[in-house]
T-cell receptor, first 107, second 118 residues
């Protein structure tokens, strides 16, 4: 099956700092999504991004499908950005999740 | 945006009892619903996929008789954990896929249900 690898596994930032999270996948996929899981467990859709670049406020994402990776950029981080960030790829009819990046933003 | 609800948000039960978890798509029709399980500090693992009106498709290693899934309508799917045991304690998350504001094939996730079996 497909492998989805996220890096880094853990990240601690000072409030206001920028960061880049990476997602590599081992095969061609139908689409890719980025999620934020808050401390209460809710998964929030951030981006549906099979290719190209999208921006939403302080967040942006880029997927280069031909090279099988996606990047999530967080600028001017805030404490509310803390949580786990997952990328998930659609492979066949299923979403396959990476292991996640645990982000902690300190004030 | 699309909203998916789950009920209950948490449940504690005794070993041997059955627990039903409901997943509803509130403002769109979900042609497909998915059930995931998440252990502490781990990623989400797909348990099964269900399409409205048909039997669920279970992932390898998931016991069909243990985790009963019913997708009775385009807005409701249920997961029943039968004869629950402590090892079934976990965070169960459903998602729904349909069509919302022109964005197709996006999965929207419920808030999850935390099951604790004593």
């Amino acid at each position: 099956g497909i492998q989805v690898e996220q890096s880094p596994p853990d990240l601690i930032l000072q409030e206001g700092a920028n960061s880049t999270l990476r997602c590599n996948f081992s095969d061609s996929v139908n689409n890719l999504q980025w999620f934020h899981q808050n401390p209460w467990g809710q998964l929030i859709n951030l981006f549906y991004i099979p290719s190209g670049t999208k921006q939403n406020g302080r967040l942006s994402a880029t997927t280069v499908a031909t090279e099988r990776y996606s990047l999530l950029y967080i600028s001017s981080s805030q404490t509310t950005d803390s949580g786990v960030y997952f990328c998930a790829v659609e492979y066949g009819n299923k979403l396959v999740f990476g292991a996640g990046t645990i982000l902690r933003v300190k004030s | 945006g699309a909203v998916v609800s789950q009920h209950p948000s948490w449940v504690i039960c005794k070993s041997g009892t059955s627990v039903k978890i409901e997943c509803r798509s509130l403002d769109f029709q979900a042609t497909t619903m998915f059930w995931y399980r998440q252990f502490p500090k781990q990623s989400l693992m797909l348990m099964a996929t269900s399409n409205e009106g048909s039997k669920a498709t279970y992932e390898q290693g998931v016991e069909k008789d243990k985790f009963l899934i019913n997708h009775a309508s385009l807005t409701l799917s249920t997961l029943t954990v039968t004869s629950a045991h402590p090892e079934d304690s976990s965070f169960y998350i459903c998602s729904a896929r349909g069509y919302d504001s022109g964005v197709t094939d996006t999965q929207y996730f419920g808030p999850g249900t935390r099951l604790t079996v004593l």
